[in-house]
């Protein structure tokens, strides 16, 4: 089975509007709960190694925060971090199901 973390919830972040901030809050709870599967069948070193430390999640929690009205990220930082997380999250999705699709996140 085909992993999704970027699906058609996730292009509704670039929309920056209320729909944005659920879309985001449903794929840091998505991400957190990957964590959790792998952490438990693989052990921590691979959590990490999937989803970059930590980075995915950061990344999509500086954006909600920007949506949010946070005056600490910048429009341009909202940018900078979604493309990351996109990128990130797709190279995660391809090393859940080549490597853990055991898994089944």
């Given at each position: ?26 794929k840091i709870k998505q991400i ?20 970059n430390n930590g980075l995915i ?49």
């Amino acid at each position: 089975m085909k992993t999704l973390i970027v699906d058609h919830s996730w292009t509704k972040i670039i929309e920056r509007d209320a729909f944005a901030k659920v879309a985001l809050a449903d794929k840091i709870k998505q991400i957190e709960e990957t964590e959790d599967a792998i952490r438990a069948a693989e052990g921590e070193e691979a959590a990490c190694n999937v989803l970059n430390n930590g980075l995915i999640k950061h990344a999509l929690t500086r954006c909600l925060e920007n949506l949010q009205g946070s005056t600490s990220v910048t429009e341009q930082d909202f940018w900078v971090c979604y493309e990351f997380a996109t990128t990130a999250a797709k190279q995660a999705e391809r090393v859940i199901d080549e490597e853990l699709s055991h898994i089944g996140s």
